[in-house]
């Protein structure tokens, strides 16, 4: 806990606003105490890093279980770091992991904490916002706490002197989503469907992404099978507009 709030206000934090001085916009939207989801797009292995200092509160993610299994020294830093930084493991390789990795969440927010979710699952592989998985809908359902959409934006800046560029990051926080209405509707796939896509949507107004209604995970496993560019998978992939909106999740957790 201690060096959380070590590498947020002494270590780390200054210096990543210093050197890239995130604007914030909207940050008054998440709450100051008790639990709620952060739901973001993730375009960049340095969201996590960005979108926590941007609030006061701390923000605890999942992450998958390989940070924090290695062996000697580097495996020693890189457990305690991720530990640090709140992160909580989460084994993805397992049959059940989807499941584990709801029940996980759930927990962290009936203990009061703010979570920060990822609905995409993964990194976009070009660029633009895809399809969320229905976790984020079933979490809220369950515990009632509300949703904060979240956009990452990135652009990138000149430095004057030195002729450097260097990313230039706007951290988004949209007006909090209560989904009350579907109270004691959990484990229904189409109000989890209905409320997942609610909430890309939101993310989607406030990045100005294109949105992609496939699965980025499914897209990246074509593009690495077949070395296709994700424009290519995408075409193939996406189903036409008018049968999009009736498609169901692959799975509770999908």
Same mark, same amino acid.
């Given at each position: =806990?201690? /060096? $959380? ?34 739901? &973001? ?7 996590? #890093?960005? =979108?926590?200092?941007?609030?006061? !509160? ?16 580097? +495996? /020693?830093?890189?457990?305690? /770091? ?13 049959? @059940? ?15 009061? !904490? ?9 990194? &976009? ?8 998985? *229905?976790?984020?809908?079933?979490? *809220?359902?369950?515990?009632? #706490? ?7 934006? $990135?652009?990138?800046? !000149? ?11 706007? #951290? ?7 989904? @009350?209405? $579907? ?10 469907? &209905? ?8 993310? =989607? ?5 294109? $949105?992609?209604?496939?699965? +980025?995970?499914?897209?990246?496993? @074509? ?5 296709? &560019? ?25």
């Amino acid at each position: =806990m201690l /060096f $959380y709030w070590f590498l947020k206000f002494v270590a780390l934090g200054p210096v990543v606003k210093l050197v890239f001085r995130p604007h914030l916009e909207g940050v008054e939207h998440v709450p100051a105490r008790g639990a709620a989801i952060l739901a &973001s797009n993730h375009l960049s292995a340095a969201d996590w #890093v960005f =979108m926590p200092l941007s609030v006061r !509160r701390r923000v605890t993610f999942l992450a998958k279980a390989e940070y924090f299994t290695g062996s000697g020294l580097k +495996g /020693f830093l890189q457990r305690a /770091f991720f530990t640090g930084a709140g992160q909580v493991p989460i084994d993805r390789t397992s049959a @059940s992991a989807a499941e584990d990795a709801i029940q996980t969440g759930l927990r962290l927010l009936r203990e009061g !904490r703010l979570l920060g979710i990822y609905p995409e699952g993964t990194r &976009s592989p070009d660029g633009r916002l895809y399809r969320g998985k *229905t976790g984020v809908a079933r979490m *809220t359902l369950e515990t009632g #706490v509300p949703v904060v959409p979240v956009a990452m934006v $990135y652009r990138r800046r !000149r430095l004057p002197l030195v002729g450097w560029n260097l990313p230039a990051v706007t #951290v988004r926080f949209g007006e909090s989503l209560d989904f @009350s209405r $579907y109270e004691g509707l959990a484990g229904d796939r189409f109000v989890e469907r &209905s409320i997942t896509d609610e909430i890309m949507y939101e993310i =989607m107004t406030l990045s100005g992404q294109e $949105y992609v209604d496939v699965y +980025g995970a499914r897209v990246k496993k @074509s593009m690495d099978a077949t070395g296709a &560019s994700a424009s290519d998978v995408v075409s193939r992939l996406q189903p036409p507009a008018d049968e999009a909106a009736d498609r169901a999740p692959e799975s509770l957790a999908g």
